[in-house]
């Protein structure tokens, strides 16, 4: 095998190397909330990577991920666009109890979710913390 052959496979090797351990190192995604309603059906996953939307039967989207703002009131505040044409999503999470209307599960906060023309009200799993409380 010539020197330029094996020099390049060594090459390639140690990329391989890089590259799966840049791999390993990343952190799997967190799950921060998850806000749903019952009318119509909805939900948004807010992850540490993404944000995303869906409607049963309707649509679906993906958003980036940019972490809440606080309002004077201690209300968590996630504004999200992406490219193109898509809509702002914008989600509003409180601290109250908050009931779904389908099962009458509890929930440790209340979820106001906007998107385009479109809002929605609905239940969140986790409340953010306030910048007050950090």
């Known amino acids: 095998m010539s020197l330029r052959l094996s020099a390049s496979l060594i090459l390639m090797a140690l990329a391989g190397l890089s590259l799966g351990a840049c791999r390993r190192e990343r952190p799997e995604p967190v ?17 540490s990577d993404l944000v995303q ?27 999200s666009k992406r490219f193109g044409a898509d809509p702002l999503l914008t989600l509003v999470i409180e601290r109250s109890e908050c009931r779904d209307g389908a099962s009458e599960r509890r ?9 385009g023309d479109s809002t929605w009200r609905g239940c969140a799993t986790v409340v953010p913390d306030s910048v007050e409380a950090r």
């Open 53 to 79: 939307f869906s409607r049963p039967g309707a649509d679906s989207a993906f958003y980036p991920y940019t972490p809440p703002d606080f309002d004077a009131d201690g209300r968590a505040i996630y504004r």
């Open 107 to 115: 929930y440790p906060g209340s979820a106001v979710l906007t998107r």
């Open 31 to 47: 799950v921060l909330t998850v806000a749903s309603g019952t009318e119509p059906v909805w939900s948004v996953e807010v992850r």
